[in-house]
């Protein structure tokens, strides 16, 4: 089965400062890769999506390139700011033609960024 | 501004009770999904509609019943609920293809 596996949290940086969070996969087919993010008492924003091998995602300064070689898509922040305190989440899907479109969520990671 | 709009925002109820959580969506999309979220997780499916039809139930207890009257709306009815019920309720709904889930954001319901 499908299966992602995210970076334990939480994280602790101070403001400007550069950001990972890693993330890899194990999926059947060709999933779609998607970070979604979770500010306090909101439900989930997708931040980025990535649909194929190389495909690199990007919005508000977050980047992550989808990487079937090493089964990973980890996000990366150049310069964090405080606003960017939040939850984020990895995921796949399977196209809804397969395995009930799915998806699969790794645990998350809190992301706390001081001034 | 989210696309996929959940009413109420916050619910209380006893265990008695019965109430109903309702999802709006006018994006077209086909596929509907009911997520329960506890604190510092990931979203849990419960049930997910492919065209108004129910095509996954993941043995969700039967006080919940899912509903979807129409393409662009999903209703989640509770009865009896439990106090480990007490979460938040994610809705969201997606295209075909590879395009994301769209999520709302959430009705946070405690059970008393």
């Known amino acids: 089965g499908n299966s992602v596996t995210q970076m334990e949290g939480p994280v602790t940086l101070s403001e400007e400062a550069f950001l990972t969070i890693n993330c890899t996969y194990t999926?059947?087919?060709?999933?779609?890769l998607f970070w979604y993010v979770q500010y306090p008492g909101e439900g989930l924003q997708l931040l980025l999506k990535a649909t194929k091998a190389d495909d690199k995602g990007s919005n508000k300064g977050f980047e992550a390139t989808y990487r079937k070689e090493t089964t990973s898509f980890h996000l990366e922040k150049g310069s964090v700011q405080v606003s960017d305190s939040a939850v984020y989440f990895c995921?796949?899907?399977?196209?809804?033609?397969?395995?009930?479109?799915?998806?699969?969520f790794g645990e998350g990671t809190q992301l706390t960024v001081n001034p | 501004d989210t696309e996929v709009t959940q009413t109420p925002k916050h619910l209380v109820m006893g265990m008695t009770n019965k109430k109903s959580l309702k999802c709006e969506q006018h994006?077209?999309?086909?596929?509907m999904y009911w997520y329960k979220q506890k604190a510092k997780k990931p979203p849990e499916l419960m049930f997910v509609y492919s065209y108004e039809k129910l095509s996954i139930n993941e043995s969700v207890p039967s006080r919940f019943s899912p509903e979807c009257p129409n393409s662009s709306l999903l209703n989640l009815h509770l009865h009896a609920l439990q106090p480990e019920d007490s979460a938040l309720y994610l809705c969201?709904?997606?295209?075909?293809?590879?395009?994301?889930?769209?999520f709302g954001d959430g009705t946070r319901l405690s059970i008393l």
């Open positions: 969201a709904s997606r295209g075909q293809g590879k395009g994301p889930q769209h």
């Open positions: 994006m077209g999309h086909r596929a």
């Open positions: 999926a059947t087919g060709y999933p779609s």
């Open positions: 995921a796949l899907s399977t196209p809804w033609e397969t395995s009930g479109s799915r998806l699969t």
